[in-house]
């Protein structure tokens, strides 16, 4: 077995159905992927600039600038000007941002409780046993 592309093959479409389990169940609206992963780094680490954003979430500066851009036009993130340094921006999740990313967080859970409830016990055992090592899979891929 390869589980490097067992998991591969898994891990996306496991993501899509959390999310659109998610959705679905709760009338939560369609937020892509990208806004929920950059509203998670905003809530955990306060105010950012791009660069940092850019640099968490992997991707390239002009990317987490477009999706500033249309965040902001939504009224998820905030821009504030650094108060060091008037060419950097701190951005921030709005309060709205911060209560819909709880709505999502608690929606897939349930759905994933939902999930797992309806898998054998030794399933969830199996998944529940896993966590540790999919945490440290996490970590090193992080590195």
């Known amino acids: 077995m390869d589980t490097a592309a067992s998991l591969n093959h898994l891990l996306g479409p496991l993501r899509r159905a959390v999310l659109r389990s998610t959705r679905n169940a709760e009338g939560l609206p369609d937020l892509p992927e990208a806004h929920i992963e950059m509203l998670r780094v905003l809530s955990a ?3 950012m600039g791009t660069g940092a954003v850019a640099a968490r979430l992997r991707m390239s500066p002009s990317t987490v600038s477009n999706l500033v851009r249309a965040m902001s036009a939504a009224g998820l993130v905030e821009r504030r000007p650094s108060a060091t340094d008037a060419r950097s921006v701190g951005l921030s ?43 440290r899979l996490a970590a090193s891929l992080g590195e």
């Open 93 to 135: 999740a709005t309060p709205a941002a911060l209560e819909l990313l709880a709505r999502y967080d608690r929606a897939s859970r349930r759905a994933l409780q939902k999930a797992l409830d309806g898998l054998p016990p030794g399933d969830r055992d199996a998944v529940a046993k896993a966590i540790p090592a999919l945490e």
């Open 45 to 47: 680490d306060g105010p």
